[in-house]
Every structure is written in C-alpha cells, then in structure tokens.
C-alpha cells in the first residue's frame, strides 16, 4: 500500500495510499501492481477498524464487523461470542458461540469425547494422528488436503548450512514415506515440494530432492565434512505430533549419516520468537527449526515470495538467491496472466527445492472432529468455510 512504508518506519501517522470515500467505501492505492492483493484482502490482518473505536480502552475485544461479538473473553482460556446485531446477514440459528483454548490438541480431544466441545482442529492444528483411527469411521470426522506445508528450516548464515551440500546431504538422508505413512500412520502426504498438493500453481510438476542415503553422503564428501564431526540443534514447537516427527528426524540423520542432532523442545510462544530473533540477527539464532507454513490466502505468492525472497520477515532461515527473487518479484507484479505467474513461481520454485530454500516433508490434512448435529459449516484445505451465516446450526437448536 502506498506510504505504508513511511507509516511502519515512523515516518508518518497515515498510508497515503488510504482514503475514505464515504462512509462506506474505502479507496486503496498500491505502490507498484500486485497481481496477489485482492487475494490478500480474505486475510485477517486486512480488517478495516474504526480508529476512534480502537483508541478507547473499555472496547478490547467488541469492535466487530463480523456476524459475531464479544461477551466475555478470559484471555489464554476461553472467548464466548453472541451473534451481532448489525451484521449484514442475521445468525438465527447459533445464540452463542465458545471458544476454548488448550496448549496442546491432546487435551481438546479429551474435550470433544466429554462432551465439552463440540468442534475440535483447524488446518494449523489438526486432530492429533493418533487420534484418527479410532474416530475415521465416525459421523463427526472430517478430512481434506490442507494447504500447509510441514518443513525444516536452516539458518543459512551459520555453519555448516551456508553450504548448499550439506543442506541437501540432509533432505536426501529423510525417508518421507516412512515419516508420512509408517510413522504418521497416513495422515499426511509425503512432499518433496513447497506449494501444497491443490494449491494455485502446484500442477506444475517439481522435481524434488529423494531419498538416497549414498547421494548425501556423497554430498557431505565433496563439502570436506567428517559426518561423525558434524552436530547441531534441531529447535521445534511442542505441540501435536511435533516431538514424534523430530525424533524420526534425528533418527534418520544419525542412521543414515552419521550426524548427531540434539533435539530442543520449546513451548509454542518461545519458539516463535526465538524464530523471530534468528530473522533479526542470525549469527546468534537458532540453528535450525521444524515447522510449518499455512495459507493466510490462495496464491502463490503467500507460500513462494512471502517466505523466501531474501530479506523478507517470513525468512528467517536467511536463505538468499538471486534468480529466485527475479522470478518471484516478476510473478508477484504480473497482473491478468495467472498462467505466466504460474510458470514463474514453478520455476522459482524449482530453484528453491534444489537450493533447499526448505526441506519440505508433508502436507497435513485438515482432520477435524465437527459434531453431526451441526449444519452449515465445510471444511476445506484453508479451514471452515460457511457460506451463510443464517444457515449455521448448532447442536442445541
């Protein structure tokens, strides 16, 4: 958005490229053509909220323009909605909508079996796997591609991962079918690309780094490392089946390389800003990180420039090249073609799994538990859709 740069940097109060029209309309002017931002508009962070209405303290958590609002928020436990009064489409058949909020999808699981919820994951946070066999035959359950992406990262400003062969020395030593299948029990899609199966531009085929133990010891030989020398840290979030995933991992590396990885789990807040510093300053960050990426809107751009063009604050594993951020800045400005974005971004793409931009692994489903008696909600790989809000019901109508 024009001036928004001026506004983040302190410069200026106001973007210049936002105006009010009427009291209805709002007018946006962008800085260079944007073929994503319509896109980019179904994201949260793009609400429009009244300035006066936020500046005022006693309003947290009642400014609205959805169908619903707040009653009562108990911060880090619970947020209970009612239906708002002047949403354009009336809700009829929900009086009241609760929110509960657990630090792990174990404990929500054991609240949908109680009785205590009665829609339990999302696309970010699905059912936990081990979970699914004893509810996939039930009414309540169910699955679909999600468009997120399992992967980890290298901080690339830090030895050894500043060399591309160690990098992919260690995707070629992870058996994807395994994790996915025998692990994960076939709850995942094993991937070897960044664009989720579905998702714009993935018809395009990438040809990925397998697995092949002999290539990546090779690799290490030609990059000078003795594997029985070699030693990081593998950071990643507790949550889910995160602690399952990383311990194959390690298990991998250390069978099929002979490297020793240490394994540092973190509560899901902490490792988001530890993620958070390694963007800010690298040579002081973590070393490398399990996690994942989910669509914010359905473009490419969201998976592609937005995570690994050099610089920008999704990158925090620093990765950087040069033909990759030509490609993806042409695809992201290339308005009315989304046939040449699409070319652009697979071939950006391309450069990113050779170059191990991300080591990518799985694609999630969105495995989800929504109680048969609710009508109006549809679940898709970018989480629950309702189509009309007057059409939602709950169990208790």
């Not at 690339?156 to 994960?184: M, S």
């Not at 991998?252 to 963007?279: C, H």
């Not at 669509?295 to 610089?311: C, R, V």
């Amino acid at each position: 958005i024009a001036g928004a740069d001026d506004v983040a940097a302190g410069k200026a109060t106001e973007a210049s490229g936002v105006k009010k029209i009427d009291d209805k309309t709002v007018a946006i002017t962008i800085k260079e053509p944007a073929a994503y931002f319509l896109s980019s508009l179904v994201a949260g962070p793009s609400k429009i909220l009244s300035k006066t209405a936020m500046a005022d303290p006693n309003n947290e958590g009642k400014i609205t323009s959805g169908p619903f609002m707040v009653q009562t928020w108990n911060h880090g436990q619970s947020l209970d909605l009612v239906p708002n009064p002047k949403f354009y489409e009336p809700v009829t058949g929900v009086t009241q909508l609760s929110f509960v909020f657990n630090q792990d999808s174990e404990t929500g699981y054991q609240l949908y079996r109680t009785g205590k919820v009665d829609i339990l994951g999302s696309s970010q946070a699905p059912i936990p796997a081990a979970r699914v066999p004893e509810v996939k035959d039930s009414p309540d359950f169910k699955s679909t591609p999600a468009f997120n992406t399992r992967y980890v990262g290298f901080n690339n400003v830090q030895k050894p991962f500043d060399d591309v062969r160690v990098r992919q020395a260690l995707t070629h030593a992870i058996d994807r079918d395994t994790l996915a299948n025998a692990v994960l029990g076939g709850t995942v899609t094993p991937t070897d690309r960044i664009l989720p199966a579905g998702f714009p531009a993935s018809d395009k085929p990438v040809k990925g780094l397998s697995f092949d133990p002999a290539a990546a010891k090779d690799l290490l030989t030609q990059a000078g490392i003795d594997p029985k020398s070699l030693s990081f840290t593998l950071t990643y979030g507790v949550e889910g089946d995160n602690e399952k995933v990383v311990t194959v991992l390690q298990s991998m590396w250390q069978e099929n390389l002979g490297i020793s990885v240490k394994l540092e789990p973190l509560e899901l807040a902490t490792f988001s800003s530890r993620l958070n510093d390694t963007y800010v300053d690298p040579t002081k960050g973590i070393q490398s990180y399990y996690s994942i990426w989910g669509a914010d809107y359905p473009d490419p751009q969201n998976f592609l420039s937005l995570q690994l063009q050099t610089n920008v604050g999704n990158n925090n594993g620093h990765w950087s090249n040069a033909d990759f951020d030509r490609l993806t800045k042409e695809a992201d400005t290339t308005v009315d073609d989304f046939a040449k974005r699409a070319e652009l971004y697979n071939q950006a793409e391309q450069i990113a799994v050779d170059q191990v931009g991300w080591l990518p692994l799985f694609n999630a489903k969105v495995n989800v538990l929504v109680r048969d008696c609710i009508e109006g909600i549809h679940v898709t790989g970018m989480d629950y859709l309702i189509p009309s809000w007057s059409a939602v019901t709950g169990c208790g109508s």
